[in-house]
């Protein structure tokens, strides 16, 4: 998932922290993950039609966000000797962020998650045949709240949240267009 340029020699480290490096390539300045294949989002939708949404404090930001379900694929050491699938990775991170197992997890797409300052590519997946299992809110460190909203008021949800001072993912939007898109575009 690391996108269709592979070669690292032409790569420049200029700074590294425990999950981040600054890198440079052809003058461009931009981070990549020291671990990890990429990240997945997930559209989980419930028998009842209600869209999963998280809401937790993002440090870079300053500020509670509302956005998917989401995770890094294969960030663990222990993945180094076998990979994570990015379908076990979203079937992880559902459980762990929401309380939710999925029955089928279906790709929507994917692509770069933000491509003037990251490397980083992220897989979309509709994750459905949901069961609660658990109550969610993340592993140790994090502290996510899980909203259940309905698919029609997803839109006037997020504008509300806004007012009260959230910032809105709008990956959100992304996901439920590609999720209504016909099987035959994706």
């Given at each position: 998932m690391?996108g269709p340029?592979t070669d690292a020699d032409?790569?420049?480290?200029?700074?590294r922290?425990?999950?981040l490096?600054?890198?440079a390539?052809?003058?461009w300045?931009?981070v990549q993950?020291?671990?990890?294949?990429?990240?997945?989002?997930i559209?989980?939708v419930t028998?009842?039609?209600?869209v999963?949404?998280?809401e937790q404090?993002?440090?870079p930001?300053?500020r509670?966000?509302?956005e998917?379900p989401?995770?890094?694929?294969?960030?663990?050491?222990?993945?180094?000797?076998t990979?994570?699938?990015?379908?076990d990775?979203?079937?992880?991170e559902?459980?762990e962020?929401?309380?939710?197992?999925a029955?089928t997890?279906?790709r929507?797409g994917?692509g770069?998650?933000s491509?003037?300052?990251?490397a980083?590519?992220?897989?979309?997946?509709?994750?459905?045949g949901l069961?609660?299992?658990?109550?969610?809110?993340g592993?140790?460190g994090?502290?996510?709240?899980?909203?259940?909203?309905p698919r029609?008021?997803?839109?006037r949800?997020?504008?509300a949240?806004?007012?009260?001072g959230?910032?809105?993912?709008?990956?959100?939007?992304?996901?439920?267009f590609l999720?209504?898109?016909?099987?035959d575009a994706?």
């Amino acid at each position: 998932m690391t996108g269709p340029h592979t070669d690292a020699d032409d790569v420049t480290e200029l700074a590294r922290g425990r999950f981040l490096r600054l890198a440079a390539r052809d003058g461009w300045e931009f981070v990549q993950r020291v671990r990890g294949s990429g990240a997945v989002l997930i559209l989980a939708v419930t028998p009842a039609d209600e869209v999963l949404l998280v809401e937790q404090y993002r440090p870079p930001v300053a500020r509670r966000v509302i956005e998917l379900p989401a995770g890094l694929v294969g960030d663990e050491p222990s993945d180094a000797d076998t990979p994570e699938a990015a379908e076990d990775a979203v079937r992880r991170e559902l459980e762990e962020e929401t309380g939710y197992r999925a029955a089928t997890v279906t790709r929507l797409g994917g692509g770069p998650s933000s491509p003037g300052s990251s490397a980083e590519s992220v897989g979309l997946y509709r994750a459905a045949g949901l069961e609660q299992i658990g109550e969610g809110g993340g592993i140790a460190g994090e502290a996510i709240t899980v909203h259940r909203v309905p698919r029609a008021d997803v839109a006037r949800w997020c504008r509300a949240r806004e007012r009260e001072g959230a910032l809105i993912d709008v990956r959100i939007f992304a996901a439920l267009f590609l999720d209504e898109a016909p099987a035959d575009a994706t």
